[in-house]
């Protein structure tokens, strides 16, 4: 099993839309999470950090589920500006652990 | 404020030819990093350094050099580029997984 799994998309979603998108991970013993986010043709950004059970920043929720282990990224009001690709890196110790998949691709569309 | 920065943004090699991709950064974190990104897949690591005057091998370091100058610069060198070295490269700066990325140098190798 993949340490990180997302499901690439695209998500297509007008404008005003709620989406959510999962990240599944496979290291149980993973303690703290970490989405980003990355516009096309652009570095990656750090979106936002959890360290508990979830986290709220504005628009953008993110919820954690240990038992199925899996985290959640919500946008609501979805924004023309929320089109970009959003990376989930779980915590799994050591510097050669981090990993980054390819992310989920969200496009809002007017 | 600049956070960091690499240069070139932009190189188009031949193959055989090096090349050294620079990167500094100004919000004195200890650890640096150097990754590789190719379409459809997920940020590779190259190398990284935990402090100044260490440095380490990540996922991909083969054909690759790295210097650690001093706390704020980090270097990458090609020393026989390979067309299969076409790729953005990024260098970033922070914690395991908090990090902040540089804009990018997108290299071509033919």
């Known amino acids: 099993r993949k340490e990180v799994e997302q499901d690439p998309g695209p998500f297509n979603v007008p404008e005003g839309a709620t989406v959510a998108f999962n990240c599944t991970y496979s290291n149980s013993a993973s303690q703290s999470f970490f989405w980003y986010r990355q516009d096309c043709r652009k570095e990656p950004k750090l979106l936002m950090s959890v360290y508990s059970s979830g986290n709220e920043d504005g628009r953008f929720t993110a919820q954690l589920n240990r038992a199925s282990q899996y985290i959640s990224l919500l946008i609501r009001d979805s924004k023309l500006s929320d089109s970009a690709t959003y990376l989930c890196?779980?915590?799994?110790?050591?510097?050669?652990?981090?990993?980054f998949g390819i992310g989920t691709k969200l496009q809002v569309i007017p | 404020n600049a956070g960091v920065t690499q240069t070139p943004k932009f190189q188009v090699l031949k193959t055989g030819q090096s090349m050294t991709l620079q990167c500094a950064q100004d919000?004195?974190?200890?650890?640096m990093y150097w990754y590789r990104q190719d379409p459809g897949m997920g940020l590779r690591l190259i190398y990284y350094?935990?402090?100044?005057?260490?440095?380490d091998k990540g996922e991909v370091p083969n054909g690759y050099n790295v210097s650690r100058l001093n706390k704020r610069e980090f270097s990458l060198r090609l020393e026989s580029a390979a067309p299969s070295q076409t790729s953005v490269y990024f260098c970033?700066?922070?914690?395991?997984?908090?990090?902040?990325f540089g804009p990018g140098t997108r290299l071509t190798v033919t």
């Open positions: 970033a700066s922070g914690a395991t997984y908090e990090q902040y």
């Open positions: 890196v779980p915590s799994s110790g050591g510097y050669q652990k981090v990993t």
């Open positions: 919000m004195n974190h200890n650890s």
């Open positions: 350094s935990a402090s100044e005057g260490t440095t």
